[in-house]
């Protein structure tokens, strides 16, 4: 089992986006969908804008250069698979960080609109993980459209910077249940099966009804 960067920013945003139409089609317990669309918004967008570091160097997505490089160094002496298994507490960078970078150091634009819708989510994420949040009905519609905007505008940015994410984020959370998969292959089963017996049904028509390709009627038409 691998999970990258793009599988968990796509999965992340799928959730988020999930999460936004179970809040408005609930009339009560709303809580923990808004919860979850706020948080796995936050994550999905920072996992992405390092991946989009990543592209440019891996390098950009670490806070201390200087330990990353050090960690790069001991992984090539020691040939581990990546710099997390040196043991030297790495650390990425956090999202704000994130967006700084991929504007000034991989000279990508974010619309000033994009950048303060996610700057709010991420304040609401620090508050509902750090602290604690209340809302009244016109702070809660406001929230609301903006983790809307949010997503959509957002997706729309990563596309031009990440291939075929909008397909990944389709395709993300994906399941597959032990009984499901057993009836695809009792059906692939079945089909390989009657598959066959169709070409072993043609067979044996040829072989009644031609000659070497001729139709036994006029074969037999020929040799009289």
């Given at each position: 089992?691998?999970?990258?960067?793009?599988?968990?920013?796509?999965?992340?945003?799928?959730?988020?986006?999930?999460?936004?139409?179970?809040?408005?089609?609930?009339?009560?317990?709303?809580?923990?969908?808004?919860?979850?669309?706020?948080?796995?918004?936050?994550?999905?967008?920072?996992?992405?804008?390092?991946?989009?570091?990543?592209?440019?160097?891996?390098?950009?997505?670490?806070?201390?250069?200087?330990?990353?490089?050090?960690?790069?160094?001991?992984?090539?002496?020691?040939?581990?698979?990546?710099?997390?298994?040196?043991?030297?507490?790495?650390?990425?960078?956090?999202?704000?960080?994130?967006?700084?970078?991929?504007?000034?150091?991989?000279?990508?634009?974010?619309?000033?609109?994009?950048?303060?819708?996610?700057?709010?989510?991420?304040?609401?994420?620090?508050?509902?993980?750090?602290?604690?949040?209340?809302?009244?009905?016109?702070?809660?519609?406001?929230?609301?459209?903006?983790?809307?905007?949010?997503?959509?505008?957002?997706?729309?940015?990563?596309?031009?910077?990440?291939?075929?994410?909008?397909?990944?984020?389709?395709?993300?959370?994906?399941?597959?249940?032990?009984?499901?998969?057993?009836?695809?292959?009792?059906?692939?089963?079945?089909?390989?099966?009657?598959?066959?017996e169709m070409i072993e049904r043609?067979?044996?028509?040829?072989?009644?009804?031609?000659?070497?390709?001729i139709p036994k009627k006029k074969?037999?038409?020929?040799?009289?």
């Open positions: 089992m691998k999970f990258t960067l793009l599988d968990n920013g796509s999965d992340s945003l799928k959730q988020s986006y999930s999460s936004l139409e179970r809040f408005s089609n609930l009339y009560q317990g709303t809580e923990h969908s808004l919860k979850d669309a706020v948080i796995f918004l936050n994550h999905g967008l920072e996992i992405l804008l390092k991946l989009i570091l990543k592209n440019h160097s891996p390098a950009l997505m670490f806070s201390d250069l200087k330990l990353y490089q050090k960690a790069k160094e001991e992984m090539k002496k020691k040939n581990l698979k990546n710099v997390f298994e040196v043991g030297l507490k790495l650390h990425t960078v956090p999202l704000e960080e994130a967006l700084k970078r991929v504007e000034l150091l991989c000279d990508i634009e974010i619309p000033e609109t994009l950048k303060a819708a996610i700057f709010h989510i991420n304040k609401i994420r620090n508050e509902i993980m750090h602290y604690s949040i209340d809302l009244n009905e016109e702070e809660l519609e406001d929230l609301v459209n903006k983790l809307k905007y949010c997503y959509e505008e957002s997706v729309d940015f990563l596309e031009k910077h990440i291939e075929n994410l909008k397909d990944r984020i389709n395709t993300a959370r994906f399941e597959l249940t032990i009984n499901e998969y057993e009836e695809i292959m009792q059906q692939e089963y079945y089909d390989e099966i009657m598959q066959q043609e067979e044996e028509y040829h072989m009644e009804n031609y000659y070497y390709g074969y037999n038409a020929y040799t009289e």
